[in-house]
């Protein structure tokens, strides 16, 4: 479930990034082992995962990402964290309104639209970078692509 989880966001996050012109080996990356610290069964996900990325030589953007794409703690500050944050907090959004049975009553435009002023109203994207212009594509995007229907 992890491992398909990782790689759902891994796409999204790259497929988003080429959109707005961000890194998207980077944000694919960033995807793909945002939370890698899991495999450990630390409570402290982020902190194994960033403590296995320096261990394995990881690039530091993106042990920036696997620290900076969880909302409880640093927040994002480049554009592919914040992508790698938004795609994690839509994708598993989705997954727990799926498992609880409720996904019919959310429209996808409800659903990213919450994650985003969620988020905006947190202060979770003010170090990111994007531009209110970015932000706008990258709604977009999720509404037309993050789900399988």
Do not use: W
């Not at 992890?2 to 961000?22: P, Q, W």
């Not at 082992?33 to 409570?43: A, L, P, T, V």
């Amino acid at each position: 479930e992890l491992f398909s989880h990782s790689m759902k966001v891994s796409m999204i996050s790259r497929d988003a990034a080429e959109t707005i012109g961000a890194d998207e080996v980077l944000a694919q990356a960033g995807g793909m082992f945002h939370e890698i610290g899991r495999m450990n069964n630390k409570k402290d996900y982020v902190k194994e995962g960033v403590s296995i990325g320096k261990k394995y030589g990881f690039p530091k953007e993106l042990i920036h990402i696997i620290k900076q794409h969880s909302a409880g703690n640093d927040c994002p500050e480049t554009e592919e964290a914040a992508i790698v944050m938004l795609s994690d907090c839509i994708l598993s959004s989705n997954e727990f309104l799926v498992n609880k049975g409720k996904r019919d009553s959310v429209s996808d435009r409800q659903l990213v639209e919450s994650v985003f002023n969620n988020r905006i109203k947190k202060g979770s994207l003010s170090k990111s970078g994007l531009t209110d212009d970015k932000i706008d594509k990258l709604k977009e995007y999720y509404i037309e692509n993050a789900f399988d229907n």
